[in-house]
């Protein structure tokens, strides 16, 4: 796929990384393979979300594991590295750690001030409702989430 064109995940310069929250999308190859959703990875790769979330290194709001993708919303240190940076460094890891065969790039998408980061957390939740492999969403154990004053705080 060499003629695939890179995806831009460059934060506008007058924006602040920090107080943007951004819609992450990043899928597993081949589609349709669980590499993801399962009790023998997922606990694994929840334990590096909240490390890095720990670190500083994102501020994480949710993470739900699809079978062969994941969908994250996140914030970004201004300080930091850039988005690209850090998801390409977490995905490099967990291939390496645990085989995980990542697409080249990923989906982004910042939540503009008329989108609710709360209503898109709901979207995402119901993901795997909506893909048939549960019937309601609070039944999907593959998710990591902050804490709901998280969510109150991030509100415009």
């Known amino acids: 796929m060499s003629g695939r064109k890179t995806l831009p995940h460059a934060t506008p310069r007058w924006l602040d990384p920090s107080r943007e929250i951004f819609f992450i999308t990043i899928s597993a190859r081949p589609r ?10 997922t606990p694994a790769l929840l334990s590096t979300i909240e ?13 739900l594991f699809m079978p062969d993708h994941v969908h994250a919303l996140l914030s970004f240190p201004p300080n930091g590295s850039s988005m690209q940076e ?3 460094r977490w995905k490099r ?4 750690r645990h085989d995980i065969d990542w697409q080249r790039d990923f989906f ?3 939540l503009r001030h008329d989108e609710s980061a709360i209503e898109k957390s709901e ?27 998280h969510f109150l705080a991030i509100q415009r």
């Not at 890891?93 to 390496?96: H, I, Q, V």
Request: aromatic content about 16%; glycine content about 8%.
């Open 93 to 96: 890891w967990t291939a390496c």
């Open 86 to 88: 850090t998801i390409g």
């Open 108 to 110: 982004d998408h910042r």
């Open 123 to 149: 979207y995402i939740l119901q993901n795997p409702v909506r893909a048939g492999l549960i019937e309601k969403g609070s039944d999907w154990p593959y998710i990591w989430k902050a804490p709901e004053a």
């Open 51 to 63: 490390h890095r979330h720990s670190r500083g290194e994102w501020f994480a709001y949710l993470f």
């Open 32 to 41: 349709g393979l669980n590499q993801l959703a399962n009790p023998q990875v």
